[in-house]
């Protein structure tokens, strides 16, 4: 039996593994069966009303065609890096052969799809408006859809194909438009079928009063109108939303149930007991359309790579909110979730870290181009002079890593009336300064065993060194690395200020 309803736990949306996580998606094997749709989008100018009637007149511009529906997914886990095998109607028509092409451009895997002179494909055409430069909005939308259950003998073909598919695939993934695609009983064979050979089977619902053509499937990931709607529960608070999936793992025998909720991130809920509120961060929401299809993608590969369900969940939760911040259905990229993870990274964790996780953050970093800049000291007593330091460290590249002496090595160095301003402190100092991206403390007398492992491209001192004094520069060099000299600021030094307190409280 499921647990009893008890407030969810909240976690945090970044966990300190999630950035290599994200390389773990490559190769892995997603079959997709679900409805599929294309997506046309007429784009024009609109500046008067039409003479017979106070509608806007648009003045064409261009006109782009996307994936839609299971397409989206599609493409979403394709963009990932992932290997998808596409199970779907098309119709014998102009749009059927489009969805085809697009699948095969973004990768995916069409020799399953069954066509079908039935029956239309699936097409919702928009009309979007633009005027006097503003972002494009959606003014109306055309459909084109038989969303009549399909007959036996169009069944029996697509239960042939999951059938074969499941020969190949780590995870079945169900995308429900209610089309007529997925009707109860072919959902039940379908999700029989994967059971039988222990595939995974995650479902995205279609908009129905009942989820009992999804029952027995591994997990359900319903949006919160659609978790109240099936199961008759409020789902407002976190005491609502333990109710909900308590009552969708227990009603249809589910091993996790995901609501995805808006702006307020995931709740969690695993028939282990597991109760987890994975928050979002506030977004500019721009347009929801794809967001909860790329959600699905991401967490079908995540599932693939053996991920558990809560980083899984965590990471679909950032790739669903990427999507919201674009017009139209952009699927999210690999580096693009690095990149927000490392963002979110420096908003929940800070910028202190030990050596394993700042190498993990730093590789992403390079991957994406970036020029890792590296500099040392004690700080003691941080002044206007070190401030500009800074400035032009950051200025040498793209990332700033800070070496921090501990208490212990400064007492060392500088003896026992050394440090003034404690370890904490001084580091808590140092990540208040915008630019300084990531601190880190070491207890060695010099910075060469870190500048070993972090081989920064440039190596920054300030300019009472010369060149041949930098330690560690001979080390940076040899692996291509650079030395700057920062300029210095008369009269702004750790060890004058000192001075000038002593003289004050002395006189």
Request: charged share 20%; with cysteine.
């Amino acid at each position: 039996p499921c647990p009893n309803p008890l407030p969810p736990r909240k976690i945090l949306t970044m966990s300190s593994n999630l950035i290599g996580m994200v390389d773990q998606f490559a190769a892995q094997r997603v079959l997709l069966l679900g409805d599929l749709m294309l997506d046309r989008y007429l784009y024009g100018n609109a500046q008067r009303l039409a003479q017979e009637a106070p509608v806007p007149v648009l003045h064409f511009s261009h006109e782009e065609s996307a994936l839609g529906g299971a397409g989206r997914v599609a493409a979403g886990i394709a963009s990932l890096g992932g290997n998808v095998r596409v199970i779907g109607l098309i119709g014998q028509d102009l749009a059927g052969r489009e969805i085809q092409q697009q699948l095969t451009t973004c990768g995916a895997d069409v020799s399953s799809l069954v066509s079908t002179d039935s029956r239309p494909t699936v097409a919702k055409v928009r009309l979007v408006g633009m005027a006097q430069h503003r972002h494009p909005q959606q003014m109306m939308r055309l459909d084109y859809e038989d969303a009549s259950p399909i007959g036996q003998d169009l069944a029996k073909k697509v239960v042939a194909q999951i059938s074969a598919g499941l020969d190949w695939a780590q995870v079945l993934c169900i995308e429900d438009y209610d089309k007529g695609l997925l009707t109860d009983d072919l959902c039940q064979e379908a999700i029989a079928m994967a059971k039988r050979r222990g595939i995974p089977v995650l479902v995205d619902p279609g908009p129905l009063p009942s989820f009992a053509r999804y029952r027995g499937a591994t997990a359900l990931k319903p949006n919160r109108p659609e978790a109240a709607r099936a199961s008759g529960l409020p789902v407002d608070t976190p005491q609502q939303w333990t109710a909900a999936a308590n009552w969708l793992l227990e009603n249809v025998d589910l091993q996790a149930a995901i609501i995805t909720l808006d702006k307020q991130g995931v709740y969690l809920a695993t028939r282990d007991g597991k109760h987890q509120w994975i928050q979002a961060r506030e977004r500019h929401v721009y347009d929801v359309t794809g967001a909860g299809d790329m959600f699905l993608a991401t967490l079908s590969v995540a599932r693939s790579a053996g991920i558990d369900w809560a980083d899984s969940a965590t990471l679909a939760n950032v790739a669903g909110g990427l999507e919201c911040e674009r017009f139209g259905s952009i699927p999210i990229t690999p580096a693009e979730m690095i990149q927000e993870l490392l963002l979110e990274a420096r908003s929940h964790l800070g910028k202190v870290r030990t050596v394993e996780p700042l190498l993990a953050e730093l590789h992403q970093h390079r991957a994406a181009g970036r020029k890792i800049v590296f500099t040392n000291g004690c700080f003691d007593l941080v002044h206007m002079g070190h401030v500009q330091y800074f400035k032009f460290a950051k200025a040498q590249g793209d990332i700033l890593v800070v070496g921090v002496n501990s208490d212990a090595g400064i007492q060392r160095l500088k003896g026992p009336r050394r440090p003034i301003i404690n370890q904490a402190d001084r580091v808590g100092v140092l990540e208040a300064l915008e630019s300084i991206d990531y601190v880190i403390v070491f207890d060695q007398d010099t910075p060469i065993p870190l500048l070993e492992r972090i081989r920064p491209d440039v190596l920054v001192k300030g300019a009472d060194y010369t060149k041949d004094q930098v330690v560690g520069a001979s080390l940076v060099e040899s692996f291509g690395g650079e030395i700057r000299l920062a300029p210095l600021i008369d009269g702004r030094s750790t060890s004058q200020v000192i001075k000038r307190i002593l003289e004050a409280y002395q006189s």
